[in-house]
């Protein structure tokens, strides 16, 4: 069966510090993988989205960058953390084919102080 | 443009009542939509979906929710909550490469 995995599940950074989460998927090959973003009372924001090792498309402009450099690893990054970049960010799978449903892993909440 | 809207960002209800949580889109193709939930501090869990056939969709947890296609609605329903159902429910469809739009969701309460 397939799993997510997420790390850290929580995090206390300081402004201007970097920042690195890891997404990874098991159980399934070529997946195509989704970054979300939650803040505090606001619904779910696709940040990048990729469907192959290396290829990343970014939907919004902001302080953040993803990368893919294994077929079931997905990382978010930044060079310098911003307050408005706290929230609580979920990772999520597709299959590629079928039907449509995305599954998301346990998330990490991202406090910057 | 592409958009999913939720109606009502909370909604309190007793324990054993009716509940309606309701969910507008905005799209110039079919699409496939989803309801997922969100206990606090958790991932997403797929409630139920419609990507075609029967306009009624039976979830897990005893929700059900009803495409109509002329409303552009999909609004989720159960017969009688739980206090275990409290929790934010998220009304989503999909785009291109699979992307999720989702809603601002709705926070549902259930009082004893």
């Known amino acids: 069966s397939q799993t997510i995995h997420q790390w850290p599940a929580t995090l206390v950074q300081p402004v201007g510090s970097p920042l690195s989460l890891e997404c990874t998927v098991e159980g399934t090959s070529n997946p195509n993988l989704y970054w979300y973003r939650q803040a505090a009372g606001r619904g779910l924001q696709l940040l990048f989205y990729s469907v192959g090792i290396g290829q990343i498309s970014s939907e919004v402009p902001q302080n953040l960058s993803a990368s893919r450099p294994q077929d079931r690893q997905f990382i978010l990054s930044s060079k310098k953390l911003l307050l408005s970049d706290s929230g609580f960010y979920l990772c999520a799978w597709y299959p590629g084919t079928g039907n449509s449903e995305q599954y998301f892993g346990p998330g990490t909440r991202l406090t910057v102080t | 443009a592409q958009s999913v809207t939720q109606l009502d960002s909370q909604v309190p209800v007793f324990e054993e009542a009716p509940v309606e949580l309701r969910c507008n889109y905005s799209?110039?193709?079919?699409?496939?939509l989803f309801w997922y939930v969100q206990y606090p501090n958790q991932g997403l869990q797929l409630l139920l979906k419609y990507l075609s056939g029967s306009t009624l969709v039976k979830g897990i947890n005893g929700f059900e929710a009803e495409f109509n296609k002329s409303q552009t609605s999909f609004h989720l329903r159960k017969p009688s909550v739980h206090i275990s159902d409290t929790a934010e429910y998220f009304c989503?469809?999909?785009?291109?490469?699979?992307?999720?739009?989702f809603g601002a969701g709705t926070r549902l309460a259930v009082h004893p």
């Open positions: 989503a469809f999909s785009g291109g490469y699979n992307k999720l739009i």
């Open positions: 799209s110039s193709v079919s699409v496939y």
